[in-house]
């Protein structure tokens, strides 16, 4: 098992940028593909991307695509998430998942995202 803890986030004007850290404990973390995630208030949780183990793919939703940035440090056991140009409707909160095959085996506790216009 890997515990996620995610840090980095907060309150951004619009325009701005923040990166986002997904810490992992345990010694296991490069045998995990990774994935952050988001929830905005009233809406279901929706994938941004995921890089696989070695950090050499990275995959994102359509829709996330060219704002956002995923990157992995298996030395440091963490994952980032790398986000520009915030809009408000960025907002939400910002999770970080650890995945084994097909399945979100572990998640973060999430961290708050606020963009302002």
């Known amino acids: 098992q890997v515990q996620l803890v995610e840090s980095g986030g907060g309150s951004v004007q619009a325009g701005g940028s923040l990166r986002l850290s997904c810490a992992a404990s345990?010694?296991?973390?490069?045998?995990?593909?990774m994935g952050w995630f988001r929830q905005a208030p009233g809406k279901e949780r929706e994938l941004i991307g995921a890089?696989?183990?070695?950090?050499?793919?990275?995959y994102y939703a359509d829709t996330m695509k060219g704002r956002f940035t995923i990157s992995r440090d298996n030395a440091k056991n963490t994952a980032y998430l790398q986000m520009g140009s915030l809009k408000p409707e960025d907002t939400a909160v910002y999770y970080c998942?650890?995945?084994?095959?097909?399945?979100?085996?572990?998640w973060g506790q999430g961290t708050q995202v606020t963009v302002s216009s």
């Open positions: 345990g010694r296991t973390f490069s045998t995990y593909a």
């Open positions: 998942a650890a995945r084994v095959g097909s399945i979100w085996t572990n």
């Open positions: 890089i696989n183990r070695g950090g050499s793919s990275v």
